[in-house]
């Protein structure tokens, strides 16, 4: 583990905080449109908002998705004094994150806080004080595996945490559904996916794959667009079900022919609050996709609500 020498002496926030406000912001290299959206909230919210709170705000930003590089961001950031961090995660680092979190009492907003196992042995995976804003899918999907009559299951991951939270998907949901595992691997590309599934498709079988990607979003569309193209597969024998939430574009640019795929969308395109942000997302990013709309990934959508929660947040500490 990571050691970091703190020299300025941690002040949580409390009724009366009268000092400005010190949040931390970690963004990795390219996250401009993020960076640009936590502005505007933090902005609009604190500081145009209906209870004008003075605030800094601080930012680190890592060239890598390495926990080496996140230890010196968070050490800085609590060298400056901040009271709370809006930092994304991921598994090479969240433990470190979560560490830091619990050891200094300290609150973490992520836009995409892992999903981790309860493990008493290791209490740094799991942060006392972190919220996260991506919708956790685990109960949703084994509704959906319900519904589908799906008892024979192939699980495809990407993060180190896969095993872990399979084990979860079968623990709540075996009594019921009797599931049963027969291929699981993890996966870095599209083409390590498709060669696994082409594998477990063997001649003159008929039988049907339930495939579970559970990777990020981008990595689930490669591995669809590659397996729709692979004249070694028969797509009819396949059915997929994504994991991680997706926009509508997902499902309106990219073509995956007769693939049966079930997911879930992130926002509905009808969110009367969404319409309204709209327009300024595109005055402030000076971007449109073709449909008019502003060209955002999810994540960026996760960033706008971890910084308006964070700003809440602060408003009930202060007030």
Partial sequence: MFTCLVLITFVGLTTGYQEDVRIGVILREGDGAAEKIIDN?????????????PYISIKEKTPEEDAFYYHRAICRLLNKGVSIILSPT???????????????????????????PDDPKAPDLTSRYAVGIRPSTTRAMLDLIRDLRWQELVYIYDDIYGPEKLQVMFRVGYAALHLKLIGITRVKTASEAVEF???????????????????????ARDILQLHVHHTGVRKKNYNFLLSEPTLEKFWTLHEFGALKITGFLALPPDYNRLKNEKEEWIKLLGNRSPNGDPDLSILDYYYHDAALFLTKAVWAFVS
């Fill in 41 to 53: 909230v933090l902005w609009r919210m604190l500081s145009n908002g209906p209870q004008q709170i």
């Fill in 197 to 219: 599934l082409q594998n477990l498709d063997k001649p003159g079988s008929h039988r049907t794959f339930n495939v579970i990607l559970d990777t990020k979003s981008s990595l």
């Fill in 90 to 116: 991921d598994a090479s680092y969240f433990p470190l994150l979560a560490s830091y979190s619990n050891e200094y009492n300290m609150s973490l907003v992520s836009p995409e806080l892992m999903e981790t």
